[in-house]
């Protein structure tokens, strides 16, 4: 009986090290998801941005937009951009 579970448990350690290959293989030789890892090795530097509500520095890809005036603003969080479109 315990052959059993052990058996079991290796089998799903050989599964969770598969997929994790797997997802780094696609993350990395295919880019793709966005942010992922760079294609041709190297890495990808962020493009820092201010938010103009609370001052936090943040990348400009996972960065929210807003609108202010005509023009689209970048802000770290759904509670900045509410309270910068409600202002402007």
Known sequence: MARIFLYA???FLLLTVLRGMR???NAYFRGSR???F????GVREAEMVR???CGTWIDRGLALSARRGGE???VCSEKCRNRL???G
């Open 9 to 11: 448990f290796l089998l």
């Open 23 to 25: 997802i780094f293989w």
């Open 34 to 36: 966005p942010g992922s």
């Open 38 to 41: 760079p294609r041709k090795g």
């Open 51 to 53: 938010d103009p509500v």
């Open 72 to 74: 689209i603003v970048p």
């Open 85 to 87: 479109e409600a202002a």
